[in-house]
């Protein structure tokens, strides 16, 4: 019985945390995304392409036009005596020439993620490929903050 009252306080507890979003404000966004033109890095194009979509054609006094360049590298930074590449840099970069009412601004994001070596292609191959999925989407974040909070 004691138990079964601690679970509920605890319940209770939990549900009234307050948790929020850090992105929750970006859901309620009044811009749009009038013309949007992407280079660079394929696979991180398309998820910028995927991201801001939702953007595009809706109305709203806010209408941006935006041109993103993407870039992508994967350097050693370590190797051990053999020669052997120990842990490499991933370094995600996004610039974006961003015009409203004839005024432009740019604006550039770059994210970086030291990783190790894996003995498996594969699995390093797969979270390679997570890790810049996850600082594209970083940096996307913060786009649509700025553009959320334009004045």
Do not use: H, W
């Not at 003995?119 to 940096?139: A, G, S, V, W, Y």
């Amino acid at each position: 019985m004691r138990n079964f009252f601690l679970a509920i306080l605890f319940t209770i507890l939990l549900n009234s945390c307050g948790y929020n979003s850090v992105y929750k404000e970006n859901q309620n966004s009044d811009f749009t995304i009038s013309s949007l033109e992407l280079n660079g890095n394929d696979e991180m194009n398309n998820l910028v392409k995927k991201k801001l979509e939702r953007y595009i054609g809706k109305e709203s006094e806010k209408k941006f036009q935006i041109k993103i360049d993407t870039d992508y590298f994967k350097k050693p930074i370590s190797k051990d005596k053999t020669g052997k590449i120990q842990n490499y840099k991933l370094v995600t970069n996004l610039y974006s020439e961003i015009k409203i009412e004839n005024k432009v601004k740019n604006i550039s994001f770059s994210e970086t993620f030291n990783m190790q070596n894996y003995t498996d292609k594969f699995e390093e191959n797969k979270f390679e490929n997570k890790t810049k999925n996850n600082l594209t989407n970083i940096m996307l974040d913060k786009i649509i903050t700025y553009l959320t909070n334009y004045k």
